[in-house]
């Protein structure tokens, strides 16, 4: 079983590891070394020095998920059994176990950051909610990697030009998107997308800009359109049965800790974006990582048009459909916290 050979890996990862004298260890599965700065300036310091950060007596043993060898769509299920304490969420990777958690980051609804900010703060508890009741854990904390953005081989002018081409996604309301646009959805992980637009198994994809500078897609890619699909969610979690057996002061010392952490990531990502933004196309000033020289695409009304009508016309329901099948208050929830947010009743 797969659980089993998570195991194993875990055991290897962690085996040598020994905790200082009295301080309990939690072991950390995080987010992907692939994905870039986030993850190594700001998510590894984090948790390697615990128990400084909180003020707490825990230390973390941690572990990147792809070093591991652990798919960042299994998150939900590690979490779960146990075999690791904290676990990172990639939102659009999970929602194929639980459609209810792209609720925040469906497309056309949080494609900036002031807009996303807004989305999570409402969506924060319902989550949290969902997660201890149907996967043992308890919400520690959701950040951006920031607007989601177009990629591609070949010269586009626009979101029209996507017709007939192979455009990597990674779910499934995004999936629906580009078919609307006449496009054809490859679902790709993320670590193998540089690779298959180099060999012409996708002609475009689509993430973040700092992301996919620091995994070498402007290598194979020649066109860079910024325009904001989705904000691609992250968020932490704990196994409940661990968090339930710390004491209250530990508790709420760590949660303050990773609030002040989440806060910090937020304004973190929003940098590296504009930053990134800028570096791909060869623009200064270029600080974060890699210049590059591609041909920078204007993102133009109608396409804005396009991304924020597809929340109404093809995500949300897509999405509500697929959702109510898994939890049957899951788009009357959704109404309930997001609509008044973005005005849909």
């Not at 006449?182 to 992980?189: L, N």
């Not at 020649?222 to 904001?228: A, E, K, Y």
């Given at each position: 079983?797969?659980?089993?050979?998570?195991?194993?890996?875990?055991?290897?990862?962690?085996?040598?590891?020994?905790?200082?004298?009295?301080?309990?260890?939690?072991?950390?599965?995080?987010?992907?070394?692939?994905t870039?700065?986030?993850?190594q300036t700001?998510?590894?310091?984090?948790?390697?020095?615990?128990?400084?950060?909180?003020?707490?007596?825990?230390?973390v043993?941690?572990?990147?998920?792809?070093?591991?060898?652990?798919?960042?769509a299994?998150?939900?299920?590690?979490?779960?059994?146990?075999?690791?304490?904290?676990?990172?969420?990639?939102?659009a990777?999970?929602?194929?176990?639980?459609?209810?958690?792209?609720?925040?980051?469906i497309?056309g609804?949080?494609?900036?950051?002031?807009?996303a900010?807004?989305?999570?703060?409402?969506?924060r508890?319902v989550?949290?909610?969902?997660?201890?009741?149907?996967?043992?854990?308890?919400?520690?904390?959701?950040?951006?990697?920031?607007?989601?953005?177009?990629?591609?081989?070949?010269?586009?002018?626009?979101?029209?030009?996507?017709?007939?081409k192979?455009?990597?996604?990674?779910?499934?309301?995004l999936?629906?998107?580009i078919?609307?646009?006449?496009?054809?959805?490859?679902?790709?992980?993320?670590?193998?997308?540089q690779?298959?637009?180099?060999?012409?198994?996708?002609?475009?994809?689509?993430?973040?800009?700092?992301?996919?500078?620091?995994?070498?897609?402007?290598?194979?890619?020649?066109?860079?359109?910024?325009?904001?699909?989705?904000?691609a969610?992250?968020?932490?979690?704990?196994?409940?049965?661990?968090?339930?057996?710390?004491?209250?002061?530990?508790?709420?010392?760590?949660?303050?800790?990773?609030?002040?952490?989440?806060?910090?990531?937020w304004?973190?990502s929003?940098?590296?974006?504009?930053?990134?933004?800028?570096?791909?196309?060869?623009?200064?000033?270029?600080?974060?990582?890699?210049?590059?020289?591609?041909?920078?695409?204007?993102?133009?009304?109608?396409?804005?048009?396009?991304?924020?009508?597809?929340?109404?016309?093809?995500?949300l329901?897509?999405?509500?459909?697929?959702?109510?099948?898994?939890?049957?208050?899951c788009s009357a929830?959704?109404?309930?916290?997001?609509?008044?947010?973005v005005?849909?009743k």
């Open positions: 079983m797969k659980l089993v050979n998570l195991a194993l890996a875990a055991a290897l990862a962690f085996g040598g590891a020994t905790a200082q004298a009295d301080n309990l260890k939690l072991r950390a599965a995080g987010n992907l070394v692939a870039g700065l986030i993850q700001k998510e590894q310091p984090f948790f390697e020095n615990f128990a400084k950060n909180t003020g707490t007596p825990i230390d043993d941690y572990k990147p998920m792809d070093v591991l060898g652990v798919k960042d299994d998150g939900l299920r590690v979490l779960k059994s146990g075999l690791f304490d904290i676990v990172t969420l990639r939102l990777q999970v929602s194929r176990d639980e459609p209810f958690f792209l609720g925040p980051d497309v609804l949080s494609t900036d950051y002031d807009t900010k807004k989305v999570v703060d409402a969506y508890d989550f949290d909610k969902r997660l201890q009741e149907r996967y043992n854990g308890k919400l520690l904390g959701i950040y951006p990697f920031g607007p989601q953005v177009l990629f591609c081989k070949t010269p586009i002018g626009g979101l029209s030009d996507l017709k007939g192979k455009v990597r996604v990674y779910d499934a309301s999936a629906k998107f078919e609307r646009m006449g496009g054809i959805p490859v679902t790709i992980s993320f670590g193998e997308t690779q298959a637009l180099e060999r012409g198994v996708t002609d475009c994809a689509i993430t973040g800009p700092s992301s996919a500078n620091s995994a070498g897609w402007p290598e194979v890619t020649t066109h860079f359109m910024p325009i904001g699909f989705q904000s969610l992250n968020a932490y979690a704990i196994n409940l049965d661990k968090w339930n057996k710390l004491p209250a002061d530990q508790k709420a010392k760590i949660t303050e800790a990773f609030k002040k952490y989440e806060a910090e990531v304004g973190y929003k940098e590296l974006f504009d930053d990134a933004v800028r570096c791909n196309v060869g623009k200064d000033p270029c600080k974060t990582v890699k210049k590059y020289k591609m041909t920078d695409v204007p993102v133009k009304p109608a396409d804005t048009k396009l991304i924020h009508d597809a929340l109404t016309t093809v995500s329901p897509t999405w509500s459909e697929q959702c109510d099948k898994s939890f049957d208050k929830t959704w109404k309930q916290v997001v609509g008044p947010v005005g849909i």
